[in-house]
């Protein structure tokens, strides 16, 4: 997701936010590593929590801008069902649930500029629709 980023911050979160949540790792452990603040609170946002609801994580998220466009990127890139041999109708599910969270990070975190460069980026994927068990991928 690193790659995703538009900015330097973008980027380093991008690489960054799986890290607490998966590993051993803490905030407290990148900050002591020298990571700026923006970057701490932008990965601790990004950070769900254990027994934490979709929704209340989304809210969190979409709370900082860095966090949500970080998380734009990876919703977008966990959407993405050419990544899967065979999609089934849970994939298919994710993917709507991804969609959702994605207009609404761009509906309520992000700036006209970045919404509309946005969609830009994926109109092509729009273009280009793939069609299985006869429902559409990309709307």
């Known amino acids: 997701m690193g790659d995703a980023g538009e900015t330097i911050e973008e980027k380093i979160v991008g690489y960054l936010h799986d890290v607490v949540e998966d590993s051993h790792i803490t905030i407290t452990d990148l900050s002591e590593h020298g990571f700026s603040d923006s970057i ?3 990965v601790d946002a990004i950070t769900r929590r254990k027994s934490e609801s979709w929704r209340k994580y989304m809210q969190r998220v979409g709370d900082n801008s860095i966090a ?3 998380k734009i ?3 977008k890139h966990n959407s993405d069902l050419s990544r899967i041999a065979s999609p089934g109708e849970v994939d298919l599910s994710r993917q709507r649930k991804y969609q959702a969270a994605i207009a ?3 509906e309520n975190s992000c700036s006209i500029k970045y919404k509309n460069k946005y969609y830009q980026s994926t109109s092509n994927l729009h273009k280009n629709t793939r069609t299985i068990t006869g429902e559409k991928i990309w709307r």
């Open 40 to 42: 701490l609170s932008a």
């Open 68 to 70: 949500a466009k970080v």
């Open 73 to 75: 990127n990876d919703l």
């Open 104 to 106: 609404n990070l761009l």
